[in-house]
């Protein structure tokens, strides 16, 4: 019945900006997939000036690739929390934590999407033997075993947790 509640992908679609009269209604006149279906892309009409523009939708999520071949979306939270674990009680800088995961960050952002558990790894060992020696042998000791930086996070999530015994 309520028909002036359109869909909510509508009003999305409508509201980009035209680049070249800048109305903000524009209507999408096309869509397809592209780059292999990890892209669609939009043809859009402006009704005011009458320009046809394209635009490309791309998922900005990064995916972590394990050694074992499971894929989950990378999370810069749990890769701090993976630090901040590993250097707790370790006389620190919030600082170089920090620009430690801009590093992987960075390393993630600029991936082609995906990015190797491992090589999370590798970046987080490398950063942490500049910032505290304890810290990155705290690492190293159990990366080395696990080879997986999500692995590591769960071990140091269970070192945290010491009372609760897992499986
Ligand atoms: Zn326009």
Redesign the pocket.
Known sequence: MSRRFSSPIQRYDGSMR??????ND?RVVDSRQAEEGTATRRRRA??????RFTTFERATAVIVIKRDGRRQAFDATKIRKGIEITLADRPVPQDAVDDLVTTVERAAFTSPGHIDADEIGQIVLEGLRDIDEVAYLRFASVYKEFQDASDFEREAASLEEEPVSSE
């Open positions: 035209c680049p070249l009269c800048t109305t524009t402006c009704p005011q000036c009458g320009h």
